[in-house]
């Protein structure tokens, strides 16, 4: 054992001193990417961030996967790399790449390897107003987000996927910004892993996402404004832990059973988004919408169930006595409301 750790400790040099111990086979700990520099042709087996990353092959400069194979030779990122942390994100990109060869699948880069230093990346998109700024052929139908990365940024594939209909997000994504999603058409199918905290404005905004399952997001906290707007929403399951439901966040759907009994919701119906000057209108423009809200709901916006023609909708407070920020017409249309039923003093749990 003693003579296998030398031989692996000539492989690698480091920036600063890191604990080496063996289980079963050698591991080496660090904090991040950052304190690793890799000789070229060496390789390593590591943990990092509690992620066990399987034996590494550098024979150069370029992307790898977490299992340290070349990837991406078709691929020309832009990045922006912070030495600090040892972490790097995709800004842009442009791509010459058949997918047919691969079944019409891309994962994503793990790690970025320059000048002798492995940099983890964590996340794509540039967080402004610009997206990616590639445009996939269209024989590209599935993406990969690996573990490494913790956030999709604002806008990062706005537009921009014109056949892409699954998006496999990494378990360690948290945030998911502005618009990152946006009028993605042919998207589908999306899972939402426990570690997500937040879904950005008009994330979504025109997917065409039919079953949305929330609740495996058992960290999420915030659904921004618009963000699953005018989609094909006809399911869709929240966990416990959400709290806030923003203005427009499910207009224009199909959604018939929205059950947030068991959420910490606070707020709904709260801020706004380029879809509409008004707070409120979470929900509104989905007929036939059942709707059980919390008592922990305390703060609301206007019309949250506008035009939900035949509406039934139970609250745990009494009439008369409703949360800051309901106005006469909550639950009503423009010109008075149709046919919405409220159910008030519902015991929270009878359904």
């Not at 919405?340 to 003093?345: E, G, L, N």
Request: proline share 3%.
């Amino acid at each position: 054992m003693l003579f296998a750790l030398k031989t692996e400790m000539k492989k690698l040099s480091f920036k600063f001193s890191l604990p080496v111990f063996a289980l079963g086979a050698l591991i080496v700990t660090g904090t991040s990417f950052g304190v690793w520099v890799f000789n070229e042709g060496s390789s390593a087996t590591a943990t990092v961030d509690n992620i066990i990353v399987k034996p590494f092959y550098f024979g150069g400069d370029g992307y790898y996967d977490d299992e340290g194979n070349k990837t991406g030779s078709d691929l020309v990122f832009t990045n922006v790399i912070d030495k600090t942390n040892g972490t790097a994100t995709i800004t842009s990109a442009t791509l010459a790449y058949n997918y047919k060869s691969d079944n019409g699948k891309l994962e994503l880069p793990s790690v970025y390897y320059e000048n002798g230093v492995a940099y983890r990346i964590t996340g794509f998109g540039d967080g402004s107003s610009k997206n990616l700024g590639w445009t996939p052929d269209t024989s590209l139908t599935t993406l990969i987000i690996p573990d490494s990365y913790t956030s999709i940024n604002d806008m990062a594939l706005s537009t921009l996927a014109p056949s892409i209909t699954k998006v496999v997000l990494g378990n360690n994504i948290k945030t998911i910004g502005n618009k990152a999603f946006y009028c993605c058409n042919t998207l589908t199918d999306i899972n939402f892993p426990a570690s997500l905290e937040s879904i950005g404005e008009s994330a979504f905004f025109q997917c065409k996402l039919s079953d949305v399952n929330l609740s495996t997001a058992t960290s999420l906290k915030v659904i921004g404004a618009c963000s699953f707007g005018e989609g094909n929403v006809q399911t869709v399951e929240f966990p416990n832990s959400l709290e806030e439901i923003q203005a427009y966040a499910f207009v224009k759907n199909k959604i018939t059973l929205a059950d947030l009994s068991n959420t910490k919701l606070a707020k709904l119906g709260t801020g706004s988004c380029e879809y509409g000057v008004k707070t409120g209108n979470s929900f509104a423009d989905n007929t036939g919408l059942t709707c059980y809200l919390p008592k922990t709901l305390s703060t609301c916006g206007s019309q949250i169930f506008n035009n939900d023609n035949g509406a039934n909708i139970y609250v745990q407070f009494a009439s008369g006595d409703a949360p800051s920020g309901f106005d006469s017409k909550w639950n009503s249309t423009d010109g008075g409301g149709t046919n919405i039923t409220v159910h008030y003093s519902w015991d929270g749990v009878t359904k």
